[in-house]
């Protein structure tokens, strides 16, 4: 079945340092998002990636969709404490249909 | 104030009995999702709807049912069928017209069985 990757599981840095996350699909995908949960909460959502190598930024945080849209990145330059969380990637493969699969997730914690 | 809110936030049952978990939004949103969540486990999804009175199966449907009667609501019951039905569940709705889909989730219900 569609199943989205997601590495690595566990991030821990020191706050200023830089954190990235990756998610990987075996086929192409319609679309990306990624999403924000932090502890005891509810996924926030954080960007949506639909063309092919595509780059967008947030502030700190910088999301890639690679060329063959099949992988994701999202790369946080120098962490903050408010960066705690975990986060998610969403993929959707067939246009039409609105379900998206999950990635497992990236537990970032960030030593102050 | 527009948002999507769900029912009771903590839901304590007994195992065999089948409960309902509440779901409603005032965003006029099209489509509407179920996923479960496990402890440090990413979102699985159960069932989800882009259209009233009509609904598809996720990847962990078994042991669940929901409706889709109106546009707000979503309800989702866990069956006694459901093996291991203690986790945390969490809703989600989104406008299906236009580029965004962003899904927009509720404060979640976490529900255990004893």
């Known amino acids: 079945g569609q199943q989205v990757m997601q590495i690595p599981q566990y991030q821990h840095v020191q706050e200023g340092e830089d954190f990235t996350t990756y998610c990987n699909s075996s086929t192409t995908l319609s679309n990306i998002q990624w999403y924000k949960q932090r502890p005891g909460g509810h996924p926030v959502f954080l960007i949506q990636?639909?063309?092919?190598?595509e780059v967008k930024k947030q502030k700190r945080l910088t999301f890639q969709f690679g060329e063959a849209k099949k992988n994701s990145s999202l790369h946080i330059t120098a962490t903050q404490t408010t960066d705690v969380g975990t986060y998610f990637c969403a993929g959707r493969w067939a246009s039409g249909t609105y379900k998206y699969i999950f990635g497992t997730g990236t537990r970032l914690k960030v030593l102050a | 104030d527009g948002g999507i809110t769900q029912s009771p936030k903590y839901l304590f049952r007994k195992e065999g009995q089948n409960v309902t978990l509440s779901c409603e939004q005032n965003l006029n949103h099209d489509a509407m999702y179920w996923y479960r969540q496990d402890p440090g486990q990413g979102l699985r999804l159960i069932y989800y709807?882009?259209?009233?009175?009509?609904?598809q199966k996720g990847d962990i449907a078994e042991g669940y049912s929901v409706s889709r009667e109106k546009k707000e609501s979503f309800p989702l019951t866990v069956t006694s069928a459901q093996k291991n039905p203690t986790a945390f569940y969490l809703c989600a709705s989104t406008l299906l017209a236009g580029e965004g889909n962003e899904q927009f989730f509720g404060p979640g219900t976490r529900l255990t069985v004893l």
């Open positions: 709807s882009q259209i009233v009175n009509d609904f």
């Open positions: 990636l639909v063309k092919s190598g």
